[in-house]
């Protein structure tokens, strides 16, 4: 049963990271700045081209949460490769929340005076805060992750020095 349950959340990483592709792929064709844009002057413009590159931290974190499942998958959850990969995660969320907001304050001080901001800033902070959330459970889990692996360590040492 435990191994069905890692592999349909390994299922669910692998769909939202296509979803998300798509999005970066599609949005950009039919809303904002880029709608009357050409179909490769789009790709040129710099702040979609900052969208893609602030994406990346946030697939790298996709990518290791489907690896943290496979080590669960192989119970090596009480390891220093899943240790090493919610802190991987951690920092992932960290940047993609201050990329998130440099985004939003580029958007706050730069808009075009017609244009309302509101939307796009209230989806910064709305996606800020959730990246917070995540590199927070990321860090709590890493810790209690990281006392296991101290505490298995221990146990091993003790029962090596009983067998002598």
């Excluded at 998130?100 to 709305?126: E, N, Q, S």
Aim: hydrophobic content about 50%.
């Amino acid at each position: 049963m435990k191994q069905r349950s890692t592999i349909f959340l390994q299922v669910v990483i692998v769909l939202i990271g296509i979803l998300a592709l798509v999005l970066l792929i599609r949005f950009p064709l039919t809303e904002g700045r880029a709608t009357n844009l050409g179909l490769f002057s789009i790709y040129a413009d710099p702040f979609i081209l900052y969208g893609y590159a602030a994406s990346i931290p946030f697939f790298i974190a996709l990518y290791k949460a489907f690896k943290l499942l496979g080590y669960i998958g192989q119970n090596k959850a009480f390891s220093l490769n899943s240790v090493r990969t919610l802190r991987s995660i951690k920092y992932c969320t960290i940047v993609l929340s201050v990329l998130i907001v440099m985004a939003g304050l580029y958007i706050r001080i730069f808009h075009h005076k017609d244009d309302d901001p509101a939307g796009f800033l209230a989806i910064c902070i709305v996606t800020t805060f959730v990246s917070i959330v995540v590199a927070t459970a990321a860090a709590v889990f890493e810790k209690v992750l990281q006392n296991g692996v101290d505490i298995t360590s221990e146990n091993e040492q003790l029962y090596v020095q009983s067998k002598k």
